[in-house]
């Protein structure tokens, strides 16, 4: 497998990175939830297998050009004969942020390009036509950059990040406060300002998060079990256990022995 990565700082803290990859062998996936959402452009044949909780079956988004992948709550599994995608990996926010719907519509689910991108076919032509990955790469963050600038939402998204990361960093730490206190709104419309921007109501958001941080950790490093535990704000191993579960579904022991390259994804 060959794998590219660009980092798009006009974007940030919106976007992550612009990155491609490409193989010409049989290739599968088990991804787990990682607290992002993704713009796909599917160079290459259609996924063979496509599992998750709501995508797959009588829907195949890599049967189009592009799609946008929404926030997963439940590991993906996919298959390729063989594949060549580019992506660009987003947090929640830019669901809104860059294409104006609420980010609780793509939970779990993914929505095809057309519906999103009015522009779509002259990207793909810039995807497809001549050139290497880093002239496509910076081609693409300078159309993000104007579809935001025209969006209008970048000073809102910017502005309640903010506020979120205050409390993840809170959250982490083992301490207990109500998110609306920290937003200023009714306990009502902050779960609905959590649900439109972030996909999820503010306790599930922070619990997602949480796990996010301990696979990175669970993956980088083999401390001890116990130790991530209290390092992440759980009460003890069983809890750390029983949250790793129900969002990976396997254990964290079962994780750290087929992990691969990349946190949260593995083989498969």
Not at 19 to 32: D, H, N
Not at 44 to 70: D, I, Q
Not at 220 to 230: C, E, G, I, K, N
Request: glycine share 8%; hydrophobic share 40%.
């Amino acid at each position: 497998m060959n794998a590219r990565l660009h980092i798009p700082h006009s974007l940030a803290p919106l976007v992550h990175l612009i990155w491609e990859q490409r193989s010409e062998e049989p290739m599968g996936w088990k991804i787990l939830p990682s607290g992002r959402v993704e713009l796909i452009f599917n160079l290459g044949p259609c996924m063979s297998v496509l599992e998750g909780r709501r995508v797959g079956n009588a829907f195949n988004p890599t049967e189009h050009f592009c799609f946008l992948s929404g926030l997963h709550t439940r590991p993906l599994v996919m298959r390729f004969p063989r594949f060549h995608v580019m992506g660009v990996q987003m947090e929640p926010l830019a669901v809104k942020a860059f294409f104006g719907i609420p980010c609780i519509e793509v939970r779990d689910w993914a929505v095809q390009g057309g519906e999103i991108l009015a522009e779509l076919n002259a990207i793909e032509d810039r995807l497809r036509g001549p050139g290497d990955f880093p002239e496509k790469a910076v081609w693409l963050e300078q159309h993000l950059l104007r579809l935001l600038r025209r969006s209008g939402n970048i000073e809102p998204a910017l502005l309640f990040r903010g506020a979120v990361d205050r409390m993840t960093t809170r959250t982490l730490d083992g301490s207990r406060h109500h998110a609306e206190e920290e937003i200023g709104y009714s306990r009502m419309h902050t779960h609905r300002m959590f649900n439109e921007w972030l996909g999820l109501p503010p306790g599930e958001f922070f619990r997602l998060e949480r796990f996010v941080r301990t696979v990175a950790a669970v993956h980088a490093s083999d401390a001890p079990f116990t130790s991530l535990a209290h390092r992440f704000g759980y009460h003890d191993q069983a809890h750390f256990n029983h949250h790793f579960q129900r969002f990976a579904g396997m254990s964290p022991t079962q994780y750290r022995s087929h992990r691969w390259v990349l946190p949260g994804q593995l083989p498969a």
